[in-house]
């Protein structure tokens, strides 16, 4: 991605520049200090979209001050003050930081991330000590990489699925897991695919209790999740499982709940035999519920979605990119071979049927009012950043517009998280995660890949890639989750 950034300053003067504004720190502003001096950066003459729906607003000018957004203008001309400094950026488009709805961090993706303008991440399952530790080492400034915001390990019964989960058996230990991670400093709880309704009740309403989200990877009914409190059925898990009357089928998933492949399967293996004469009625009990919906389409429909080959020649093509020489050979081999395996398991037509049948809903649940957050499912094998792309491509396919797709990867996933006023849209008073591209993504959603500056708590990031770049804090990665993943790719970790 070298000389594509046409306000590229030397490393040493970014980095001179920006020392004056202090650390940047996730958890909020900086300390206060002795009449610092005031740095101003300041965006001029580009198209806002500030992600709360709006039109555009052309020629306009944002002011960053620190690392919150000052003001946000119509016209030029505005700044005339000591210490600004004026980028002048017309005929660009300028939008909030993109935010990654559902990842799965690894040290080594944080370059990537930026690279494409994903600017915060939110992570679903973890080992709770790594991925804390990561998140404060972004905040400090120690480590780079979007911010993290993060579950920390899922909550899930025995057998569990994968080693970084928190086993339990009762509704006693799942709140006590639930209080245990608040006063770790995790940003929601997670709920996974092997807890019964009786379990999922009792995290949601510990959580709840304590002023935390649930998002669930779950098999329980959509319908009694929402009504649980459930703020996002991740993959849309859940869905299908209301949207059949099967019983046989619904009882096969209650007996084998414990078996990991299967419960992980049941998302696509019951799409298919979703009845469109249901969606109404489930729809309202989500929407009444303020339960949102993460489809994961690029990495759960892969080898089914009509851009699976497209997508393919883009990774291998990314991966012959000698500066990205740091990502791991584990991940190269997975990122590669989630086509094929994706296509020998997905071949029959019935998959083809489930996803037009989830594409639907999607559509009809926007339309009612829904909350659709964009993600990515990025795990050990998964192209970083990218995918987010291209998950927005696939909404748009889906059936929302780009503008409400945007929303979906900006202000949806900070609002569903609590985080509403401080990230997801361009506002005075927010932090200073901003993106500037290329090319009109209202025209074609395409053009967010068009990335030509990103800047987060108000620092323009260098977003070239370092050949020598090191993951100082690898995560621990078990021999049963590499396992897992020579198998098939959205066996999520």
């Known amino acids: 991605m070298k000389d594509r950034h046409p306000f590229k300053t030397s490393r040493a003067l970014v980095a001179l520049f920006w020392l004056l504004a202090g650390p940047v720190l996730d958890a909020g502003p900086a300390p206060a200090q002795d009449n610092p001096p005031i740095e101003k950066l300041v965006l001029e003459g580009g198209t806002l979209i500030d992600g709360n ?50 990842i799965h ?41 979007p911010r993290i915001f993060t579950a920390g390990g899922q909550l899930d019964s025995p057998p569990g699925t994968f080693p970084h989960a928190v086993i339990v058996s009762t509704a006693d230990e799942a709140r006590r897991v639930v209080r245990e991670h608040a006063r770790a400093g995790v940003d929601y709880i997670k709920a996974y695919t092997m807890l019964n309704p009786q379990l999922l009740e009792a995290t949601i309403d510990e959580a709840r ?10 098999t329980v009914g959509a319908r009694e999740a929402a009504r649980f409190g459930i703020a996002s059925l991740e993959h849309m898990s859940g869905i299908a499982m209301a949207l059949i009357d099967d019983r046989e089928k619904l009882q096969e998933i209650e007996d084998r709940r414990t078996e990991p492949d299967y419960v992980m399967e049941t998302v696509r293996e019951l799409a298919p035999l979703m009845k469109t004469e249901m969606f109404e009625e489930l729809i309202q009990i989500l929407i009444e519920n303020d339960t949102a919906i993460s489809p994961t389409l690029v990495s759960w429909w892969m080898g089914v979605h009509p851009h699976t080959s497209e997508y393919e020649e883009q990774d291998r093509t990314i991966l012959q990119n000698s500066d990205l020489s740091f990502i791991p050979d584990v991940s190269r081999q997975s990122i590669l071979g989630r086509y094929a395996r994706s296509r020998e398991g997905r071949s029959e037509p019935r998959f083809q049927v489930g996803y037009a049948n989830t594409q639907s809903f999607i559509k009809a649940f926007f339309d009612a009012g829904g909350m659709v957050v964009a993600a990515s499912d990025t795990t050990l094998g998964a192209m970083p950043g990218m995918d987010l792309h291209r998950e927005l491509e696939l909404l748009v ?10 929303q979906a990867a900006t202000r949806v996933p900070a609002r569903l998280i609590g985080k509403g006023g401080e990230l997801g849209t361009v506002e005075p008073g927010k932090w200073a995660d901003l993106i500037v591209i290329g090319g009109d993504p209202l025209a074609d959603i395409r053009n967010t890949r068009k990335i030509e500056m990103v800047i987060k708590g108000g620092q323009i990031l260098d977003t070239e890639y370092d050949p020598q770049f090191t993951d100082r804090n690898p995560r621990p990665l078990s021999a049963e989750y590499l396992r897992r993943f020579s198998g098939d790719e959205d066996t999520e970790p």
């Open 53 to 102: 729906g709006g039109p555009p607003l052309e020629n306009s000018t944002v002011i960053i001050a620190g690392d919150r957004i000052e003001k946000v203008l119509a016209g030029v001309g505005h700044v005339h003050e000591p210490g600004a400094r004026v980028i002048e950026i017309q005929g660009k488009f300028l939008l909030p930081g993109f935010i990654d709805g559902h």
């Open 105 to 145: 961090y690894l040290g080594w993706a944080a370059p990537l991330y930026l690279a494409h303008g994903v600017t915060s991440v939110l992570d679903l399952g973890n080992y709770t000590t790594w991925i804390l530790a990561q998140k404060q080492g972004v905040a400090s400034g120690s480590l780079p990489g």
């Open 209 to 218: 209790s304590l002023g935390l989200v649930v998002r669930g990877h779950i």
């Open 397 to 406: 396919e889906a059936g929302l517009s780009p503008h409400q797709a945007l």
